[in-house]
């Protein structure tokens, strides 16, 4: 006989976002629910919700989803932080905010992300933990419907929801910007439009060149008004010839941009995310890829298997990508067109030592000083640096080197706390860090591993301004050229520029770009 426990109530007195009332399972009784216990920094928890959008698509007249954000980070328990994260991942389910854990413990979850499934007559029947489990939880939703439908305790109904992006919808011409790249040679700013699925072009100042995408989610090759992205986040610049590789996150894909003619093309990945975190290689397009989210490009030589036309050449270099979904470091040689893990056992942890022992933990920000590369590993707050040569082994530049070992403290090395940081960039000698979580601009000495906050005062916002009198939100990508940072700030939708010298900060303005239903993508700009 199965054991059957009444659902715990959901608290009428919590923060609700996507809903103009608080929802109770009492109310909800006839329908199946399942409650998404979840945290907007992990990886893995962002991989389960295109499951629970189908899901919710596929049963949406009887099947209810509420997402519980426990938050791991201090600054993800702020309801506004989630209710951005809501709008950055077009979240459209209920959320109710579970700072204390309270809600956590009454259901005794263990770990994020958890998925909880409640029957239509208010019982717990079971729950999952980790990803990978649609396939399970769609044949268990699908029974029981069937099984209620005919004991007559299902209510076929849709349930009307106020939105986020419905109260307040997000027409910036920018969205959530998560990284971008600065090229002296070429004066040209690349910038992820990640809200948008596009890559924006522009000079140093801000003159939009190119707009690269339709706007629209998807897995798409052709013309840069066909091209179609999901989130993409890290790019690496060839200047020599005009190629710009982009880490297609959510596709779980590397695009390749051909500027001069003005083509996309995937270049590695399926499309769809592996599961597999062995140590693997295989050929780049016929492997499955797990939400790469940074790159770095290091130089050797060679052809461009890529090159549609033969007198197209390029010389060979290697990417590094951050894969944050294995947490592994990848490397793709693009003289052969083969991808391997490079580093990173794929167990979630921060472990020094040999390239085959080292372990990370959501790496997501890239850079390298030629020597060493230099790792923004962020579920364990920290910077770590990976040998590129003279087989130098994997150590942790500052940071605690724990899941939970977060904070904000200048110092040096294992005295440094940080807080969920995502981006990483090297100039003039030193490493300059976006301390996402911190909404503050750090610098380390990758020597000795002091690190000294430079920008930004710890309260987010958005403020122009000399060092620590300047606000960010959430910065999550950095670039340097010559005398300048360039700071994708995310949930400012905006990029930041500082003169390194002064440390003054301005907001960039780009004159003529619109959010992508304001405005058709055009491929070059006059």
């Not at 989610?217 to 610049?237: I, K, N, V």
């Not at 290689?281 to 090159?307: C, H």
Request: charged share 20%.
């Amino acid at each position: 006989m199965v054991h059957r426990v009444r659902a715990p109530e959901l608290p009428q007195d919590g923060i609700w976002l996507n809903t103009d009332h608080p929802l109770s399972l009492k109310d909800l009784k006839g329908r199946v629910v399942i409650l998404d216990f979840w945290t907007y920094c992990c990886i893995n928890c962002l991989h389960v919700l295109p499951d629970l959008k189908y899901l919710e698509t596929k049963y949406q007249d009887s099947l209810t989803v509420i997402g519980i954000h426990s938050a791991k980070f201090d600054n993800e328990k702020e309801a506004e932080n989630i209710r951005q994260a809501v709008l950055r991942y077009d979240i459209e389910h209920p959320v109710l905010i579970d700072n204390n854990f309270h809600i956590w413990q009454q259901y005794a979850v263990r770990a994020w992300p958890t998925l909880m499934m409640i029957d239509p007559e208010g019982y717990v029947i079971g729950s999952v933990s980790g990803e990978g489990h649609r396939n399970a939880v769609d044949q268990l939703v699908n029974q029981l419907i069937r099984e209620h439908q005919g004991k007559g305790t299902i209510n076929f109904q849709e349930l009307n929801l106020i939105l986020e992006k419905q109260r307040k919808p997000l027409a910036t011409p920018l969205a959530f910007p998560g990284k971008v790249l600065a090229d002296e040679e070429s004066e040209c700013l690349f910038i992820a439009d990640s809200g948008h699925h596009r890559i924006v072009i522009s000079t140093l100042t801000g003159e939009v060149t190119h707009i690269i995408g339709t706007g629209k989610a998807g897995l798409t090759d052709g013309s840069f008004s066909e091209a179609q992205f999901c989130a993409p986040q890290g790019m690496a610049w060839d200047a020599s010839n005009q190629l710009l590789y982009v880490a297609d996150t959510e596709n779980h894909c590397l695009r390749v941009i051909d500027l001069q003619r003005q083509q996309v093309t995937t270049m590695a990945g399926t499309g769809k995310q592996s599961h597999q975190i062995q140590p693997h290689s295989g050929l780049a397009l016929e492997t499955a890829l797990n939400s790469p989210w940074a790159l770095e490009k290091i130089g050797l030589s060679g052809a461009n298997p890529f090159a549609k036309h033969k007198e197209i050449g390029v010389k060979n270099y290697r990417l590094m990508i951050a894969m944050a979904g294995s947490h592994q470091i990848w490397e793709m040689e693009l003289e052969t067109g083969m991808i391997k893990t490079y580093t990173g056992t794929g167990r979630e942890a921060c472990l020094d030592g040999s390239l085959d022992e080292a372990a990370f933990a959501q790496p997501s920000g890239l850079a390298t000083d030629g020597r060493e590369l230099y790792v923004a590993d962020s579920e364990v707050s920290s910077i770590r640096s990976v040998g590129l040569i003279d087989n130098l082994p994997v150590r942790t530049v500052c940071g605690s080197g724990d899941l939970f070992g977060f904070g904000d403290v200048d110092g040096e090395g294992a005295d440094v706390r940080l807080q969920h940081c995502l981006g990483v960039e090297y100039t003039q000698n030193y490493l300059w860090v976006a301390d996402t979580y911190n909404h503050k601009i750090k610098r380390v000495d990758p020597r000795t591993g002091n690190c000294q906050t430079m920008l930004g005062d710890g309260t987010a916002g958005h403020e122009d301004g000399q060092g620590m009198k300047a606000r960010f939100s959430e910065p999550s990508g950095l670039s340097a050229i010559a005398a300048h940072l360039y700071i994708a700030d995310t949930n400012n939708h905006a990029i930041r520029c500082v003169a390194l010298d002064t440390l003054e900060v301005k907001t960039l303005e780009f004159s003529g770009l619109c959010a992508p239903d304001v405005c058709l993508p055009t491929t070059t700009l006059s």
